[in-house]
């Protein structure tokens, strides 16, 4: 099945989604409320069209011989455009993140001052192939007042122009124009190039995907951008984790769902815990089929273990592989990810709350978990609705990004016709 590339043009695309935008900031929170609503039930009313045109995708990719990984994230089911359309009427009951006026002053000479949140105004999303991303960047961007201009990846253009199509019937009953949601509906990638250096028409840029994504975008872009990162996360199980707390922890982060970034890639364990419940270890791990890659303490001790080489420690793998290192104390844990992390998410599981303290003070990541799966990474587990994206980047936004970080502020000064 061929894929037939289209023109586009981009900066037409862009010009309008800024004069969108500007109708966008006027709107109140019931509107853009009722309007991500009507979103969500039309992507319910029209669950199997979208069905229908990602089975093209999924077509494509099993001719390609995608990995299972891959075509897991491609695909669609009803339960998962269900998923969308809930996730955008979570988004609808949040707090909207606009107008509030975060601190006001008066000063001697009576002018008043506001610092008021803003929307960021036109944002250019980049991404992979995640069709749930089209979704859920748009209702948080619609919900923050932002337009939004999507440009997802080639493997997934069927399935997202659909959805992209459904949203627009939908936004034709709202107070939202249409044209605040673009979608450029081409594989060809000087498209994207063009989104890197719009500046005049696209406050920010946020990359969802791959490193080799994010890097480009990172590398090339002159548009401010919002970087995600990619997950190798890591659970260290401590001399002093509970056994059964540990495994569940580790079974959990690993096998839930390994085609997704907060999914743990590596796990290091103090050599104590190692040499007293490797045997547990290796059973649980066989029990859900799970192919270890270790080092040298781990490929003597476990049968079946492969030896792990540079290559494993900075792995993501995606799938259900994971590497192990035994290691002699916290210290050491801690320097391996500092090597090798991606500042995605860690755990650690220890019954020791100053062991506890100390790995989470010196980790630098954007996430961290004491006694808990590292799968919480997420907007939508962590109370925000939806995710843009998970932030490991330290300036404007860290961590799952939901509607704040889509803002920005503006001082307002009231006066009486005060002069300097």
Not at 115 to 126: A, C, E, H, N, S
């Amino acid at each position: 099945m061929t894929l037939t590339i289209e023109k586009t043009d981009v900066k037409k695309q862009a010009m309008m989604a800024k004069k969108a935008a500007k109708t966008l900031s006027l709107l109140t929170t019931e509107q853009k409320n009722k309007a991500l609503h009507t979103l969500a039930d039309h992507l319910d009313a029209n669950y199997q069209t979208i069905l229908d045109e990602n089975e093209k995708d999924l077509q494509r990719g099993r001719e390609k011989g995608f990995e299972e990984a891959f075509m897991d994230r491609l695909s669609l089911s009803k339960e998962r455009v269900e998923d969308f359309a809930n996730g955008l009427r979570q988004v609808a009951d949040l707090e909207d993140p606009t107008g509030k006026v975060v601190s006001d002053w008066t000063l001697e000479n009576q002018l008043q001052v506001q610092k008021v949140t803003v929307p960021l105004g036109v944002i250019g999303m980049i991404y992979e192939a995640r069709p749930n991303v089209t979704v859920d960047a748009t209702g948080l961007a619609l919900k923050s007042g932002n337009a939004i201009v999507l440009k997802g990846g080639s493997n997934a253009i069927t399935s997202n122009k659909a959805i992209v199509d459904v949203m627009h019937d939908a936004l034709e009953q709202t107070d939202i124009p249409k044209e605040a949601v673009q979608f450029i509906n081409t594989t060809d990638r000087e498209a994207t190039n063009e989104l890197f250096t719009m500046k005049e028409h696209i406050d920010v840029l946020i990359p969802r995907g791959g490193g080799a994504l994010i890097n480009a975008v990172v590398n090339n872009a002159t548009v401010p951008v919002l970087e995600t990162g990619v997950g190798n996360c890591h659970i260290y199980i401590d001399k002093e984790a509970e056994v059964e707390k540990a495994l569940n922890i580790l079974i959990n982060a690993k096998t839930d769902r390994p085609a997704v970034c907060n999914a743990a890639e590596t796990v290091i364990i103090h050599e104590k815990w190692f040499n007293e419940h490797k045997d547990a270890l290796t059973e649980k791990l066989a029990g859900y089929n799970v192919s270890i890659h270790g080092d040298e303490k781990v490929t003597a001790a476990l049968d079946g273990a492969k030896p792990a080489g540079e290559e494993d420690w900075a792995n993501e793998y995606l799938s259900l592989d994971i590497a192990v290192k035994v290691v002699e104390n916290l210290d050491d844990a801690v320097d391996h990810i500092e090597q090798y992390g991606t500042k995605h998410s860690e755990a650690i599981v220890t019954e020791n709350a100053e062991t506890a303290k100390r790995f989470m003070t010196l980790v630098d990541a954007a996430a961290l978990y004491h006694n808990a799966s590292t799968r919480f990474t997420d907007g939508g587990a962590l109370g925000f609705g939806a995710e843009i994206g998970i932030s490991t980047q330290k300036l404007h936004a860290r961590g799952p990004m939901g509607l704040p970080a889509l803002t920005t502020v503006k001082y307002m000064m009231h006066g009486t016709g005060q002069i300097r």
